[in-house]
């Protein structure tokens, strides 16, 4: 299973980017999605889940500024980052677990997109 994620870039403080990750692959069924993030000499940080129920759960440094979201075909998952801060600048990852259609388990990542907000 395989995880593309687009829409990083550069933006202003105060501005806004829609990260986007599409699943592809021989999926049965696909569990959580997740978005996490990275700084140079940090760990790996989660940001937002969105649960198979469509339960969400985010970090408190994003809590009301970030939504994440799903497609219509549940295979695709969204951050829409409002309201960015220096601080949020790093690359993020999405991540999802779940079945493939042999019936394996599988636990995918993206391959990273950076987000840098000025100041």
């Known amino acids: 299973v395989q995880l593309q994620a687009s829409g990083g870039g550069l933006v202003q403080a105060g501005g806004s980017l829609r990260l986007s990750c599409a699943a592809s692959?021989?999926?049965?069924?696909?569990?959580?999605m997740s978005w996490y993030r990275q700084v140079p000499g940090k760990q790996r940080e989660l940001v937002a889940t969105i649960n198979s129920d469509d339960s969400t759960n985010y970090a408190d440094s994003v809590k009301g500024r970030f939504t994440i979201s799903r497609g219509n075909a549940k295979n695709t998952v969204y951050l829409q980052m409002n309201s960015l801060k220096p601080e949020d600048t790093a690359v993020y990852y999405c991540?999802?677990?779940?079945?493939?259609?042999?019936?394996?388990?599988?636990?995918?990542w993206g391959q990273g997109t950076q987000v840098t907000v000025s100041s």
């Open positions: 991540n999802t677990g779940g079945i493939t259609s042999y019936l394996s388990g599988f636990d995918s």
């Open positions: 692959g021989s999926i049965f069924r696909i569990n959580a």
